[in-house]
């Protein structure tokens, strides 16, 4: 049988040539060299001053700063992201906006519209938008100055907005 005496040569051959060399010796891992500690910088701190230049706020458990004649968005920027938020619900928020004797002193005509958002913290207004129609900046103003004085029951130390027209 020569074929067989060719397979058994061609399969000598291979296992000699493919199993031949000797393991590689073995090398201990090199342990990877500690990377040097980074210098410490000191960080420039924050002043109430450089936080509201940055439109930033220290810390998200940090009191929001309200300051008079805020926006709806300007109040609503000032609370600090990651703050927990308490929803209120609508109807408590607009109860005490909905009284129209709150707007007497305005002495507001039938022709004039008055469109409101309001932010609140804490049961007070501390950021108002407000259209009238048409135009009248004494109405405005005093329609603000009314919310201004405005109480909500609920006392929640979160940013809650309200809408209202009359």
Not at 48 to 72: C, H, I, L, N, Q
Not at 126 to 141: C, M
């Amino acid at each position: 049988m020569p074929t067989s005496r060719w397979v058994i040569g061609l399969l000598l051959g291979f296992a000699v040539g493919c199993g031949g060399s000797a393991p590689p010796p073995d090398v201990p891992a090199a342990e990877p060299a500690p990377e040097p500690a980074a210098p410490k910088v000191a960080e420039p701190e924050e002043t109430p001053e450089s936080v509201a230049e940055s439109g930033e706020t220290a810390a998200a458990g940090a009191e929001p700063e309200f300051r008079d004649g805020m926006s709806v968005d300007e109040a609503i920027n000032a609370v600090p992201q990651g703050s927990e938020r308490a929803n209120i619900d609508q109807e408590a928020l607009g109860k005490p906006i909905s009284d129209m004797s709150l707007y007497e002193p305005c002495n507001a005509k039938e022709t004039e519209h008055v469109r409101m958002r309001i932010a609140v913290w804490d049961g007070r207004a501390v950021g108002i938008d407000l259209t009238v129609t048409p135009k009248n900046e004494r109405l405005a103003e005093c329609v603000k100055e009314q919310l201004r004085k405005v109480t909500w029951r609920d006392k929640e130390k979160s940013l809650n907005t309200v809408e209202f027209a009359f």
